[in-house]
């Protein structure tokens, strides 16, 4: 996959300092893109369990299928539409992305039974499948390498900022009422559509490699990537435990309004310190380093967490979890630009979201199990004592998987 020669890459080959004055056009177009899309997202998801269980009397497991369902074809399809990128390029499968997301949420404002919404979260999560791993490969393919890691890190920051602005936004518009809300959720994604159609270029796909499914049998052939993409479940599994364990513990120090400082909390310390943090760590150790170490805060947080007997104490264990996870999704997707060939970017990020989707359905699940298991049996620091243990075996997982992970710079 390579960029069209407007895209901002610069052509000679010499390290060149990042700057944000180095941020080309269609790059500041994809973190704003990021932006919309979070915090549309996270505008409209919270009130649609508001609206169809508490407003109007619906089964909660009837909306919780419908968001499963969501995140399932979202996840499940990613892998296919990274593969599509490699073939067609990326940038008409994100504007067609952000099309089926407005049509997604648009549908669930007039969707009045189940059958309605269960199809529109299936449009909505389609075309999240869609523009997921091909926004990837397009910043990839419209990056230096020296430069990536940054790039990716003001992506993680440009979707933190919206998910802690959407839910915000969807309290303020609640007295406007869900069909309105839901509306303007659907109307950030045709924002998104304009904007990357002024910005973003034609990334043209490889003549040679051929993407498709060709593309995702060499990825699956690559057992230095397969490897990473495995031991990376057992991370997704943990990063998942914000909206289950560590949610259910909140809630039970604090009652339900805990969940607003929680969740803000997480996502503004990522705004505030992912960028400089990650810019500090780089110039001090290899992309591994940074990983297997960002993890292990992650495990010890979580193993803390147990010892947590009241609300302050679980936000500091908090802001220790929060700064594992915003050093992980920056450096892993170096890691998978690394290791994917040029003319296969979309289908590396587009398998990738595997261990996202496994290891985040694997959470859902033994999260909230965990909890009640340990309740059970009269040991509530065990469910997290567990995590912990998971956290480390995904540890020595990664330092196995990333032995033979090329390095960027031979220096470092």
Same mark, same amino acid.
């Given at each position: ?163 802690? &602005? !959407?839910?915000?936004?969807? /309290?303020?518009?609640?007295? $406007?009422?869900?069909?309105?809300? %839901? @509306?303007? *959720? ?115 947080? &979580? !193993?803390?967490?147990?010892? /947590?007997?009241?609300?302050? $104490?679980?936000?500091?264990?908090? %802001? @220790?979890? *929060? ?90």
């Amino acid at each position: 996959m390579s960029a069209a020669p407007d895209s901002g890459t610069l052509a000679s080959d010499a390290p060149v300092p990042f700057s944000l004055r180095l941020v080309s056009p269609a790059q500041w177009g994809l973190l704003t893109v990021t932006f919309l899309m979070w915090a549309g997202f996270f505008l409209i998801i919270p009130l649609v369990t508001v609206h169809f269980v508490g407003n109007l009397g619906w089964a909660a497991s009837a909306v919780g299928t419908v968001l499963g369902v969501r995140q399932l074809a979202q996840q499940g399809l990613t892998v296919f539409g990274g593969a599509w990128a490699d073939r067609v390029g990326p940038r008409q499968l994100i504007l067609w992305g952000c099309v089926l997301r407005a049509v997604g949420f648009a549908g669930m404002a007039f969707s009045e039974t189940f059958v309605a919404l269960l199809l529109s979260g299936l449009v909505a999560g389609a075309g999240g499948a869609l523009f997921d791993a091909p926004k990837s490969a397009a910043l990839t393919a419209l990056t230096r390498p020296e430069h990536r890691t940054q790039l990716f890190s003001l992506l993680s920051i440009s979707g933190n900022l919206g998910m802690v &602005l !959407g839910p915000l936004m969807g /309290a303020a518009m609640i007295g $406007l009422g869900f069909t309105a809300s %839901a @509306l303007i *959720s659907a109307s950030a994604y045709l924002v998104c559509w304009l904007i990357l159609q002024l910005t973003l270029p034609a990334v043209q796909p490889a003549q040679e490699g051929g993407g498709g499914f060709s593309g995702l049998r060499r990825a699956v052939q690559d057992r230095r990537f397969v490897n990473l993409t495995l031991a990376l479940i057992g991370y997704f599994l943990l990063s998942s435990q914000l909206n289950v364990a560590v949610t259910l513990k909140a809630v039970d120090l604090a009652g339900t309004g805990a969940t607003g400082p929680l969740y803000a909390l997480n996502a503004g310390l990522a705004v505030a310190l992912q960028y400089p943090l990650l810019r500090w760590a780089e110039t001090r150790f290899r992309a591994r380093t940074i990983l297997t170490a960002a993890v292990t805060l992650v495990a010890v947080s &979580l !193993g803390l967490m147990g010892f /947590a007997h009241s609300f302050p $104490l679980l936000l500091g264990c908090t %802001a @220790l979890y *929060s700064l594992g996870t915003m050093l992980v999704f920056p450096t892993q997707q170096t890691l998978v630009s690394r290791l994917a060939p040029p003319e296969l970017l979309g289908s590396y990020f587009g398998f990738s979201a595997i261990s996202l989707g496994v290891g985040g359905a694997l959470g859902n699940v033994l999260g909230g199990s965990l909890v009640d298991f340990g309740a059970a049996l009269g040991q509530p620091q065990l469910p997290w004592l567990l995590l912990m243990a998971t956290g480390f075996l995904t540890v020595f997982a990664l330092r196995w998987a990333l032995k033979e992970v090329p390095r960027a710079d031979p220096q470092r």
